[in-house]
């Protein structure tokens, strides 16, 4: 029997994440609607991020599936070439025609040619979305789809989804923030109130935690950084922001060392340059983190991650995207926390990377601001 509640032709149902999954996951079981339903969800990321297997992957494998393959006829339909007389779910002609109009709905040209492996969670994000597209679906489920998101893609996004609904597509779409709702700007959405932040610089007598000098490093084809230098000293709390692929994912794994090309730049971490006999250990046992792609490759809940970066003796934490995935109450919670735990230690750093104003605890009181890419 076909569940109640769904959107008909045109409309959209938006509803909040923390009662929206159980519903959309009973819907995506229901037989009667196998075929007309096609989703986006973060466990489709997790489930991909899994199959690779390990946290570092990005940084040491090329990645043999791009996103332009991913997005191909016989990746979407799961088709096997050789197989003859096998009924086809639609044309290739008309799948060209929907592809380009997809690609070109979701600016996606100038990723197609990129790794999967290698694109950022936001980037990731619109793939996963295109590919439900491609399945030209009645039903379109979108999950907390503005999640990662900059704040351009989430209006980008917005837009997309009032598109399709003028299409005549049934969308369905859970949200964490009511902001993310199309046709909801006019919502007063309560906003924390941040400092005025400062982009440092200052002189400090606080020794250096992290020191970046002239950092210029390509990937993919893409110059990521340029002659970048950043020092972030004890006691001091960044914000890290950016567009989508800009590298704040990159920028924090050469701290942490999970990315090699650690070795290859001017980077020290409390005090020390990777390698010449310093052990990554050392300098990992001092380091705090959590993020949306940690939860995606290590398969754990968010809150779970966040307790273990908030571990006794950090004394540098690196927050990636780490409220994304958490309920209204535990994001809550987790922020309260974090407050709590830079009181507690007021020598310790950190560097927290969010899309969100709401997201950002008052003590960051510092902000650096990557760079867009071309």
């Not at 379109?140 to 837009?159: M, N, S, T, Y």
């Amino acid at each position: 029997m076909i569940c109640d509640g769904l959107p008909k032709s045109g409309e959209l149902l938006a509803l909040r994440a923390d009662r929206a999954r159980s519903l959309f996951e009973k819907w995506l079981r229901d037989e009667d609607l196998s075929g007309k339903v096609a989703a986006l969800s973060f466990a489709q990321h997790s489930a991909m991020a899994q199959q690779v297997g390990w946290l570092q992957a990005r940084w040491h494998e090329d990645g043999d599936l791009t996103a332009s393959q991913f997005l191909s006829y016989n990746s979407v339909w799961d088709i096997n070439p050789f197989e003859v007389g096998a009924k086809r779910p639609m044309t290739r002609k008309a799948f060209a025609a929907l592809r380009e109009r997809t690609l070109r709905l979701l600016d996606l040209r100038q990723l197609a040619r990129r790794s999967l492996i290698a694109l950022s969670n936001g980037e990731m994000r619109r793939v996963l979305l295109a590919r439900a597209l491609l399945r030209a679906p009645e039903i379109l489920i979108l999950d907390d789809p503005a999640a990662g998101l900059d704040p351009v893609q989430r209006e980008k996004l917005k837009e997309i989804i009032l598109a399709l609904c003028r299409r005549g597509m049934a969308v369905a779409m859970s949200y964490r923030h009511p902001d993310e709702v199309p046709g909801a700007d006019a919502v007063k959405q309560r906003m924390v109130p941040l400092p005025a932040m400062r982009k440092g610089g200052e002189s400090s007598a606080s020794s250096p935690v992290v020191e970046i000098s002239g950092l210029t490093l390509s990937l993919g084809g893409r110059k990521l950084f340029d002659g970048f230098s950043w020092t972030v000293r004890e006691g001091e709390r960044w914000v890290l922001r950016g567009e989508n692929g800009s590298g704040k994912s990159t920028l924090l794994s050469l701290i942490s060392g999970d990315n090699p090309f650690a070795y290859a730049c001017d980077i020290k971490v409390f005090g020390r340059i990777r390698g010449k006999g310093v052990a990554l250990a050392d300098v990992r046992r001092r380091i705090g983190m959590a993020g949306a792609e940690m939860q995606a490759y290590l398969g754990k809940p968010p809150m779970e991650l966040f307790d273990e970066a908030l571990t006794s003796g950090h004394d540098l934490l690196l927050l990636d995207e780490p409220f994304m995935n958490m309920s209204e109450k535990e994001r809550s919670l987790a922020k309260r926390k974090l407050s709590g735990y830079l009181r507690r230690n007021p020598d310790a750093a950190a560097i927290l990377v969010s899309h969100r104003q709401d997201d950002i605890p008052p003590q960051f009181d510092f902000v650096t601001e990557l760079p867009v890419k071309i």
